[in-house]
C-alpha cells in the first residue's frame, strides 16, 4: 500500500458513487477486459470553473479560434495532450480583453483540461 508522506498532499472522496467498471471492447472474446466508466474520456473547457470565458465579436471563442489553429497545425503529428497545452498556451499568452466597460480590459484566460485517458490519443495520418 501507497502512503505519501509529503505534507502537501492529499486525497479526498468527491462523493459517494462506486465505479464496477465495463466491459472494454477487445480483439477476442477471451481477454476481455473491465475499465472505469469514465476511463477514456476528454473534457476540455475554454474556462476554469467561475472564470469567464472570452471571444472576439468578429473572430469568436479565444479557445475555439486556438483549438482550431492548434489541430490544424499539430493534429496529425502530435499527441492530444501536447495539443491541448500548446492551445492552453496560445489563449493564456495571445489574448487579452479589449473592452469599454469598468473592470473588463485587459483580461486574461486559461483553458482547463481534465483528461481521463488511458492511453495516448492520436488522429490518423
Given at each position: 500500500m501507497f502512503e505519501c508522506v509529503c505534507p502537501v498532499c492529499?486525497?479526498?472522496?468527491?462523493?459517494?458513487?462506486?465505479?464496477?467498471g465495463i466491459e472494454a471492447d477487445s480483439v477476442s472474446e477471451e481477454n476481455t477486459q473491465?475499465?472505469?466508466?469514465?476511463a477514456d474520456f476528454l473534457y476540455a473547457y475554454s474556462t476554469p470553473p467561475g472564470y469567464y470565458s472570452w471571444r472576439n465579436v468578429g473572430n469568436g471563442s479565444w479557445f475555439i479560434l486556438s483549438l482550431c489553429e492548434m489541430l490544424s497545425k499539430y493534429g496529425k503529428q502530435l499527441e492530444i495532450m501536447q495539443i491541448m497545452t500548446r492551445v492552453n498556451h496560445k489563449v493564456a499568452l495571445d489574448f487579452q480583453s479589449s473592452s469599454n466597460l469598468p473592470g473588463f480590459d485587459g483580461m486574461k484566460q486559461m483553458?482547463?483540461?481534465?483528461?481521463?485517458?488511458?492511453?495516448e490519443l492520436y488522429f490518423s495520418k
Amino acid at each position: 500500500m501507497f502512503e505519501c508522506v509529503c505534507p502537501v498532499c492529499l486525497q479526498a472522496c468527491r462523493g459517494s458513487d462506486l465505479d464496477g467498471g465495463i466491459e472494454a471492447d477487445s480483439v477476442s472474446e477471451e481477454n476481455t477486459q473491465k475499465i472505469p466508466v469514465e476511463a477514456d474520456f476528454l473534457y476540455a473547457y475554454s474556462t476554469p470553473p467561475g472564470y469567464y470565458s472570452w471571444r472576439n465579436v468578429g473572430n469568436g471563442s479565444w479557445f475555439i479560434l486556438s483549438l482550431c489553429e492548434m489541430l490544424s497545425k499539430y493534429g496529425k503529428q502530435l499527441e492530444i495532450m501536447q495539443i491541448m497545452t500548446r492551445v492552453n498556451h496560445k489563449v493564456a499568452l495571445d489574448f487579452q480583453s479589449s473592452s469599454n466597460l469598468p473592470g473588463f480590459d485587459g483580461m486574461k484566460q486559461m483553458p482547463c483540461i481534465v483528461s481521463m485517458l488511458t492511453k495516448e490519443l492520436y488522429f490518423s495520418k
